[in-house]
């Protein structure tokens, strides 16, 4: 799969931009298995890790309201993380009425620290690096061609999506819609079906249009 090379955020430091997309994936799956590997006791260590992920953030001049948008994946951690103080067993502690498992409180704490830390490294890589250079960086590491594959098919068709969106939202402005109240939800609800529809339809297109160059699915002749 050959990708075109993608041009470089002119907003990242020039330092930043030397580093290759290679590297700085390696970086970030380099810091992702050392922060899981620090032992959830090391406070210190983890206040490092912390700060230099925030130092990252602050240089690469990533907004705080993407940093926000995007740890919003991380809420099903969360929600986990805050029932394991009230059902893990072992010495428990009061807690604003609550009794608490201590255990539960250092594996809440060693959750949620970990997970952030590595989820706030990917925010870096992705902010500084487009999308294609991640997936050539893939195929530099040898990665299997068909996961590098089916990541280059779904940036492509992404962008697909996101431009049929963007021509059914110009539409439905030019006819006087404004997304206000419950009685727009019908309407809402309606264009995505419709998108989903588009969606898969061009999708079979797509597919057929492959396999009349060539393309042959993993796992046939």
Do not use: C, N
Not at 128 to 140: D, K, S, V
Not at 178 to 206: K, M, N, T
């Amino acid at each position: 799969m050959i990708l075109a090379s993608p041009p470089t955020r002119t907003d990242t430091p020039a330092w930043l931009q030397a580093v290759s997309p290679r590297a700085r994936l390696l970086a970030v799956l380099a810091f992702a298995i050392v922060v899981v590997a620090t032992p959830r006791e090391w406070l210190g260590m983890f206040a490092v890790y912390g700060a230099a992920v925030i130092t990252l953030l602050i240089v690469a001049r990533v907004p705080a309201r993407t940093v926000a948008g995007r740890l919003v994946i991380e809420v099903p951690f969360v929600v986990f993380a805050a029932l394991m103080p009230l059902i893990a067993t072992g010495p428990r502690i009061e807690v604003w009425g609550l009794s608490l498992s201590v255990e539960g409180l250092w594996g809440a704490w060693g959750l949620l620290v970990k997970a952030t830390l590595a989820l706030l490294a990917s925010i870096v890589l992705v902010s500084i690096t487009e999308p294609r250079a991640i997936i050539l960086a893939l195929e530099q590491l040898r990665l299997p061609r068909q996961l590098t594959m089916i990541g280059g098919f779904m940036l492509r068709y992404l962008d697909v999506i996101v431009e049929e969106w963007q021509r059914m939202r110009v539409a439905r402005a030019s006819r006087g819609f404004v997304a206000r109240g419950r009685r727009s939800w019908r309407v809402l609800a309606s264009g995505i079906g419709v998108l989903f529809v588009r969606s898969h339809g061009r999708g079979e297109r797509i597919h057929l249009a492959m396999l009349a160059r060539g393309y042959h699915e993993a796992g046939r002749a």
